[in-house]
Nanobody
């Protein structure tokens, strides 16, 4: 069994910064992809930033040059550094992982429980 645990959300003023954390734990053989999605009220969930095991990254256009994703492979942890936050960044942020488990079913897509980010003055 594999789970993702997120932390780091909260209330921040426009222009401020936050760092989100997501750690994968359980019967993990390897992780192919880890990323962050977000869902604002009344909107569909969207990919914010993703990082493959090979080191390739991709970002939503709306967050380029403001958000940075990184990963500590030894800790199975992915980080999302969010700078110059805007009110439109307000959403629930979900961690996502595409991984191979050590037990069946081996190919898994796992989601975290979500962490709320509110950008407001």
């Amino acid at each position: 069994q594999v789970q993702l645990v997120e932390s780091g959300g909260g209330l921040v003023q426009p222009g401020g910064s936050l760092r989100l954390y997501c750690t994968a734990s359980g019967s993990i053989a390897s992780i192919n992809f880890m990323g962050w999605y977000r869902q604002a009220p009344g909107k569909q969930r969207e990919l914010v930033a993703g990082l493959t095991s090979g080191g390739s990254t991709n970002y939503a256009d709306s967050v380029k040059n403001r958000f940075w994703i990184s990963r500590d492979n030894a800790k199975n942890t992915v980080y999302l550094q969010m700078n110059f936050l805007k009110p439109e960044d307000t959403a629930v942020y979900y961690c996502n992982a595409d991984l191979v488990a050590t037990i069946s079913p081996r190919n898994l897509e796992v989601w975290g429980q979500g962490t709320l980010v509110t950008v407001s003055s």
